[in-house]
């Protein structure tokens, strides 16, 4: 099965998980749709982000705050990140946790409290929202498991993000080349993308791609994109990055965006939109696929029926998503990623900008991760 299209494995879990659907091969599509998200998710986290990850937040338009969008995942600014232990007996709800800190003397008096749970029947929240005041999140998650106690990361984060990632793909109607629906979905995503960043795209006569950014007395600065995008990374100037957000997309083909070299109408909106823009072939998934859900290892088994179980018919709950997973497929997925990360990255190719690798990308979050944010923000 390894690599074959993406079409026939939408097939073959249309035809093997959601047979008991109204319309298997739209359910199989938003399967695979959640399993990109899932791929993308533990990348990240692979790549020592864990803390900075905000899921399905709604971010504020470069400068119309009035209209905000969720992304899939959005990377922020840390103000201060703790560990504490707390007894393995208890639940993991959002109050335990609250109260642990308090206990540790830390002053929750800005914040409002959320009802989230970590842990709740064996399923993890990611990157759970304990509280939030009017400029940060207060988030956690699990960092180790003891037989007496569980160790929890503890981080506040900057509303404000540095980078968003989003994921994008669409299924095609049977008997058809394309979807209807695919250029809207396409525009869709290079809007957010476009309006997200004080980094602005603009075209010369001659389709020279630009990038504009103003300062706050109102100058600005214009230059070709790609070199005026390396110039506010590598920058330590508040005035270029305070509302600077790097934009990431991901896209996987499935009989619309066809291949990373050859782009039809809805690829180039995209790869035009977003900062960078990374295709996941149909190798990766199919191989994550194959190796996790269809013939798993003997070590893989717990995370094939976790998944098999969110999709059954009469299902309880789901508990195979970026925000839901069962707490043992979770440390399986991290361990996966972990061995196998040189592999795993190769699944994606680039598409935008030319002539970058994945290398590149991970300096540059690495370099955004790392900068003064709280001199740069105050």
């Known amino acids: 099965m390894s690599y074959q299209s993406v079409d026939k494995l939408q097939k073959l879990l249309a035809d093997k998980v959601f047979k008991h659907t109204k319309d298997p091969k739209k359910a199989a599509g938003r399967a695979l749709g959640t399993l990109v998200e899932i791929i993308t998710y533990y990348l990240l986290k692979t790549w020592g982000l864990n803390n900075q990850i905000s899921i399905e937040r709604g971010l504020e338009e470069y400068g119309n705050p009035d209209i905000t969008h969720n992304v899939e995942y959005s990377?922020?600014?840390?103000?201060?990140q703790s560990v504490i232990k707390i007894d393995?007996?208890?639940?993991?709800t959002a109050n335990?946790?609250?109260?642990?800190?308090?206990?540790?003397?830390?002053?929750?008096s800005k914040f409002e409290r959320k009802t989230?749970?970590?842990?709740?029947?064996?399923?993890?929240?990611?990157?759970?929202?304990?509280?939030?005041?009017?400029?940060?999140?207060?988030?956690?998650?699990?960092?180790?498991?003891?037989?007496?106690?569980?160790?929890?990361?503890v981080f506040e984060q900057y509303k404000k993000p540095y980078t968003m990632f989003e994921c994008k793909r669409v299924g095609v109607e049977e008997g058809m080349t394309k979807g209807p629906q695919t250029i809207e979905k396409a525009k869709q995503g290079a809007y957010v993308a476009k309006t997200a960043s004080s980094l602005q795209k603009i075209r010369t006569e001659t389709g020279e791609l630009h990038g504009i950014i103003y300062k706050s007395d109102g100058s600005y600065l214009i230059k070709p994109f790609t070199t005026l995008m390396e110039e506010i990374i590598g920058s330590d100037d508040k005035e270029l990055l305070r509302k600077f957000m790097l934009t990431v997309?991901?896209?996987?083909n499935h009989g619309n965006w066809f291949t990373a070299e050859n782009h039809n109408k809805e690829l180039k909106v995209l790869a035009q939109s977003y900062d960078w823009l990374l295709f996941l072939t149909d190798k990766g998934l199919s191989e994550f696929i194959e190796n996790l859900l269809f013939k798993p290892k003997k070590e893989h088994k717990?995370?094939?029926?976790?998944?098999?179980?969110?999709?059954?018919?009469?299902?309880?709950?789901n508990q195979f998503t970026k925000v839901q997973m069962n707490l043992e497929a979770d440390s399986i997925l991290m361990k996966y990623f972990e061995d196998n990360l040189?592999?795993?990255?190769?699944?994606?190719n680039i598409i935008s900008p030319n002539g970058k690798t994945l290398d590149t990308l991970k300096s540059e979050l690495s370099e955004l991760k790392n900068k003064n944010w709280k001199n740069i923000l105050q």
Do not use: M
Not at 88 to 92: A, R
Not at 96 to 108: H, N, Q, S, T
Not at 118 to 143: H, M, P, V
């Open 249 to 252: 997309g991901i896209v996987s």
């Open 75 to 80: 990377l922020h600014p840390i103000i201060w």
């Open 302 to 317: 717990l995370i094939q029926s976790t998944f098999l179980s969110s999709y059954a018919e009469g299902k309880k709950k």
């Open 116 to 153: 989230n749970n970590l842990l709740k029947d064996g399923i993890l929240r990611n990157s759970c929202t304990i509280a939030i005041s009017e400029t940060s999140f207060l988030l956690c998650s699990i960092k180790t498991i003891a037989n007496d106690f569980l160790e929890l990361y």
């Open 96 to 108: 335990v946790i609250l109260k642990a800190l308090e206990k540790e003397g830390i002053d929750l």
């Open 342 to 348: 040189p592999n795993i990255e190769s699944w994606f």
């Open 88 to 92: 393995s007996s208890k639940s993991l």
